[in-house]
């Protein structure tokens, strides 16, 4: 089952500007993930955030998580075309061995 | 380090046919997870396996079914294909647990005509 839920479904912006990308769940979570994914092929974990934490940082990536409204965003600053791709939020199954995945944002980012 | 490898990359069949899909995951790492991905559906969990044991499985008929060997090597095999099989299937695998950090091979992309 997903549940996450990324929005928005698609993002145009141009290089230089910032992406922000938001994440909706259900249910309690040990850990969201954030993940990216070039068209067809496998996707690359970009950064993991823990229940307890609020705030973190990865080179232009910037997550947030907030627990009492069960979201979570994803902020890519100075955006470059080489970020065009569709990037998605996981977070655990009950039964810690899945990931439940959201259908994901497409960013385009045009030169 | 070699990343996760999936095998074949693209497969072609036809309905009524079986599938066998292969993924060798990362070296050291023995939680291998399968996912079904199509424009529709986005990701769906297959199932999930560690030390040969099947240990969580997703909401697919009994048709998708899967196996680890000793080396962690999977395998996932679809049997009676049928038009909605078509999606690329993923392949992922981490050290313990797939609630950690995941990685992916280049998936199998399955057209079934």
């Known amino acids: 089952s997903q549940q996450g839920e990324e929005d928005p479904q698609a993002l145009s912006i141009q290089e230089g500007e910032n992406a922000t990308m938001n994440c909706s769940y259900k249910?309690?979570?040990?850990?969201l993930q954030w993940y990216r994914q070039n068209s067809g092929r496998g996707l690359v974990h970009l950064i993991l955030?823990?229940?307890?934490?609020r705030e973190k940082h990865s080179g232009r990536l910037r997550v947030t998580l907030d627990t009492s409204k069960k979201s979570s965003s994803l902020l890519i600053t100075a955006s470059r075309a080489a970020d065009t791709a569709s990037y998605f939020c996981?977070?655990?199954?009950?039964?810690?061995?899945?990931?439940?995945f959201g259908k994901g944002t497409s960013l385009l980012v045009t030169p | 380090k070699a990343g996760v490898t999936q095998t074949p990359r693209y497969l072609i069949k036809t309905r009524g046919q079986q599938v066998t899909l292969s993924c060798s995951p990362i070296s050291g790492h023995r939680s291998v997870s399968w996912y079904q991905q199509t424009p529709g559906q986005g990701l769906q969990f297959l199932f999930e396996y560690f030390s040969e044991t099947q240990r969580n499985k997703g909401n697919f008929p009994g048709r998708f079914s899967g196996r680890q060997f000793s080396n962690s090597r999977s395998e996932m095999n679809v049997s009676t294909l049928e038009l909605g099989d078509s999606a690329l299937y993923l392949c992922?695998?981490?050290?313990?647990?797939?609630?950690?950090?995941?990685?992916f091979g280049s998936g199998t992309q399955l057209s079934v005509l």
């Open positions: 249910t309690s979570i040990n850990n």
């Open positions: 992922a695998s981490s050290l313990t647990a797939p609630n950690e950090k995941l990685f």
């Open positions: 996981a977070t655990n199954s009950n039964s810690g061995y899945a990931l439940n």
């Open positions: 955030i823990r229940s307890n934490e």
